[in-house]
């Protein structure tokens, strides 16, 4: 129930983020301490404010209720960002990133890296493969399908 709850949610609040100025990221129905919780992840190049949040909750909520995606199940609406250290998914979060350093996480140990985790300069990407630009300035192409994470490295 909670994919097709999401995906409900996000056929219907793409169009109206979209219109707003924002980028809607991910949508996530999840069991929370205080129950169910419709989460929207928007994004726009500024960064995001809670003000944003707030004109996207006061857009969407009306219509939410309206499209009932839930079925009269009680949830709490909840528009956030996922800050600066979210994870790199979207074609604009690669491009945002290219040039920038960047943590690659595996789903288990890369057989010819012998690692679980490399960090190294975003080069390229595509559907299929990431380049990097490792520690010795190595150009090292990875199969996107052995990825199960690519965050930014935040230095402060």
């Excluded at 999840?30 to 995001?48: A, P």
């Excluded at 990407?125 to 490792?134: H, P, R, Y």
Aim: proline share 3%; aromatic share 8%; glycine share 4%.
């Amino acid at each position: 129930m909670a994919e097709r709850v999401k995906d409900i949610c996000y056929e219907i609040a793409n169009p109206i983020i979209s219109k707003l100025g924002y980028e809607l990221v991910e949508v996530e129905y999840q069991k929370e301490q205080n129950g169910m919780n419709l989460i929207f992840y928007i994004d726009k190049e500024e960064g995001i404010s809670i003000v944003d949040c707030e004109i996207v909750t006061k857009a969407l909520d009306d219509v939410l209720d309206e499209a009932n995606p839930t079925n009269d199940k009680p949830y709490t609406l909840v528009v956030s960002s996922l800050g600066i250290d979210r994870p790199i998914k979207t074609e604009r979060d690669f491009k945002k990133n290219l040039g920038k350093e960047i943590e690659i996480k595996f789903y288990a140990m890369h057989k010819e890296l012998k690692v679980k985790v490399i960090e190294g300069i975003l080069k390229d990407f595509d559907e299929k493969f990431v380049t990097i630009l490792d520690s010795r300035n190595d150009e090292i192409k990875i199969d996107r399908s052995l990825i199960a994470n690519i965050l930014p490295v935040i230095k402060f």
